[in-house]
């Protein structure tokens, strides 16, 4: 049987919900078609005057309740199936928190680090020049993914905003402050993978997470600041945390603000020495109250679920447990926080910060703070109360929630013309 695709898999799971909703098959295949697919192919010319093509996505999976959103990932890996999966869980990310966009993602196959900064600056400008025909600040709001950041914003916010002749700040989020980004981004997807970890505590283990283990698989924005803000504001114990260079584990708790600071000087993890050196595998089986699988998708699968002994995971990640995993978890007792739940913190604050950049206008910190707060735990709770009615597992009850919005909104609009 040939191997299930992403959004194969995805879509699943989507009708799981979809038939506890009961919703009919018109609506359905209007939720689960993408509105825009587009795929370019573009040359670079590289420092040594050879050229290189490279292949870009820009996915736009559903627009009804806004703006499409969503990041732009540089990663060998990217394909056609990841982008249509990802952009597909925006649209369901941005329901569920509750914020007017609908989803979208896009894409490089690259792998930035054979790149110089001159290089990377000609390949993001020209793909954003690609893109441009369905992007815009109205039509679909680009953001950070994996191996993208602040800096590569700017080339994209400049690269747009030369073409129509003015600054124009909500074409992209994630962009840095002092070119309109908002205070709390870069921690926003950390802070609320965080305040979900702590509800989810609260609510399947009868506690707060103080003093709870939890173990953090990935070490990138999402994984270093979950880790570092579970244990600074939260006083979780995390007892493992890893990186592209292994697993990292002390049972008695790790300086999470130590290796969050010799990770940022060093690069990478490699070479700290005050944990015990395990492996990703190995982090993933760890018996711990909570792991936070924080790297990339397809982490937990048919063949390691079983071996998780966590009492609940929180996906911080996007996809990072596989349809025949979920299953498996879910059999064995294991509460699973889906994705699109778990991280909706980063996009909830790209909303905030294309808000403040429409009307010009800057929040200050503590106001970002409360209300990502606010937003996440409304999230959480409208999950836990479709949870207790329909008696199903937590990604299901969320699905629910998101689609509910999205249909209703559908519904409301009705169909042009
Ligand atoms: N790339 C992030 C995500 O997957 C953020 C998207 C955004 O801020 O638009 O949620």
């Given at each position: 049987m040939a191997k299930e695709s992403l959004f194969e898999g995805a879509l699943r799971q989507f009708n799981k919900a979809a038939d506890l909703l009961k919703l009919d098959g018109g609506m359905r295949e209007v939720l689960s078609t993408h509105k825009r697919e587009l795929t370019v192919h573009f040359p670079v010319k590289m420092d040594d005057g050879s050229v290189r093509v490279f292949t870009g996505y820009r996915f736009q999976h559903n627009i009804t309740r806004g703006p499409a959103k969503g990041g732009i990932r540089y990663h060998p890996n990217v394909s056609e199936d990841e982008i249509k999966t990802l952009s597909f869980l925006m649209t369901w990310k941005c329901a569920v928190a509750g914020i007017p966009f609908g989803g979208s993602k896009g894409g490089i196959?690259?792998?930035?680090?054979?790149?110089s900064e001159s290089e990377l600056e000609r390949l993001s400008r020209r793909y954003f020049s690609e893109i441009s025909i369905i992007v815009g600040p109205t039509e679909d709001v680009p953001a950070p993914d994996v191996n993208t950041n602040g800096k590569i914003m700017s080339w994209f916010l400049d690269t747009y905003s030369m073409n129509v002749g003015h600054s124009t700040l909500?074409?992209?989020?994630?962009?840095p402050l002092e070119l309109g980004g908002s205070l709390g981004r870069s921690e926003a997807t950390g802070r609320g993978v965080s305040i979900i970890a702590n509800e989810a505590s609260k609510y399947?283990?009868?506690?707060?997470?103080?003093g709870k283990t939890v173990a953090v698989q990935g070490f990138g924005n999402v994984g270093s600041f979950t880790a570092l803000i579970l244990e600074q504001?939260?006083?979780?114990?995390?007892v493992a945390i890893s990186d592209i260079t292994g697993g990292y584990y002390n049972p008695e708790g790790i300086n999470v603000k130590e290796a969050f600071d010799y990770a940022t000087a060093n690069?990478?993890?490699?070479?700290?020495?005050?944990a015990q050196k395990i492996t990703n595998e190995e982090l993933l089986e760890l018996d711990v109250d909570v792991l936070i699988?924080?790297?990339?998708?397809?982490?937990?699968?048919a063949e390691n679920a079983d071996k998780v002994r966590a009492k609940i995971i929180v996906e911080?990640?996007?996809?990072?447990?596989?349809p025949e995993a979920d299953e498996i978890l879910n059999s064995k007792g294991i509460k699973i926080v889906p994705d699109f739940l778990s991280n909706s913190g980063g996009v909830t604050v790209s909303y905030f910060e294309w808000v403040q950049g429409l009307y010009s206008y800057f929040w200050d910190l503590e106001n970002v703070r409360s209300a990502l707060e606010k937003i996440m735990k409304g999230a959480f709770k409208d999950s836990v109360d479709m949870l207790e009615e329909q008696k199903t597992d937590m990604r299901t009850a969320s699905y629910m929630v998101a689609i509910n919005k999205v249909a209703t909104a559908t519904r409301l609009r009705g169909i042009f013309p």
């Amino acid at each position: 049987m040939a191997k299930e695709s992403l959004f194969e898999g995805a879509l699943r799971q989507f009708n799981k919900a979809a038939d506890l909703l009961k919703l009919d098959g018109g609506m359905r295949e209007v939720l689960s078609t993408h509105k825009r697919e587009l795929t370019v192919h573009f040359p670079v010319k590289m420092d040594d005057g050879s050229v290189r093509v490279f292949t870009g996505y820009r996915f736009q999976h559903n627009i009804t309740r806004g703006p499409a959103k969503g990041g732009i990932r540089y990663h060998p890996n990217v394909s056609e199936d990841e982008i249509k999966t990802l952009s597909f869980l925006m649209t369901w990310k941005c329901a569920v928190a509750g914020i007017p966009f609908g989803g979208s993602k896009g894409g490089i196959k690259v792998d930035p680090t054979e790149l110089s900064e001159s290089e990377l600056e000609r390949l993001s400008r020209r793909y954003f020049s690609e893109i441009s025909i369905i992007v815009g600040p109205t039509e679909d709001v680009p953001a950070p993914d994996v191996n993208t950041n602040g800096k590569i914003m700017s080339w994209f916010l400049d690269t747009y905003s030369m073409n129509v002749g003015h600054s124009t700040l909500g074409i992209v989020t994630g962009k840095p402050l002092e070119l309109g980004g908002s205070l709390g981004r870069s921690e926003a997807t950390g802070r609320g993978v965080s305040i979900i970890a702590n509800e989810a505590s609260k609510y399947f283990l009868g506690d707060e997470i103080k003093g709870k283990t939890v173990a953090v698989q990935g070490f990138g924005n999402v994984g270093s600041f979950t880790a570092l803000i579970l244990e600074q504001t939260y006083g979780a114990k995390v007892v493992a945390i890893s990186d592209i260079t292994g697993g990292y584990y002390n049972p008695e708790g790790i300086n999470v603000k130590e290796a969050f600071d010799y990770a940022t000087a060093n690069k990478s993890l490699e070479g700290y020495n005050k944990a015990q050196k395990i492996t990703n595998e190995e982090l993933l089986e760890l018996d711990v109250d909570v792991l936070i699988p924080a790297a990339l998708e397809r982490a937990i699968t048919a063949e390691n679920a079983d071996k998780v002994r966590a009492k609940i995971i929180v996906e911080a990640a996007n996809g990072p447990t596989t349809p025949e995993a979920d299953e498996i978890l879910n059999s064995k007792g294991i509460k699973i926080v889906p994705d699109f739940l778990s991280n909706s913190g980063g996009v909830t604050v790209s909303y905030f910060e294309w808000v403040q950049g429409l009307y010009s206008y800057f929040w200050d910190l503590e106001n970002v703070r409360s209300a990502l707060e606010k937003i996440m735990k409304g999230a959480f709770k409208d999950s836990v109360d479709m949870l207790e009615e329909q008696k199903t597992d937590m990604r299901t009850a969320s699905y629910m929630v998101a689609i509910n919005k999205v249909a209703t909104a559908t519904r409301l609009r009705g169909i042009f013309p």
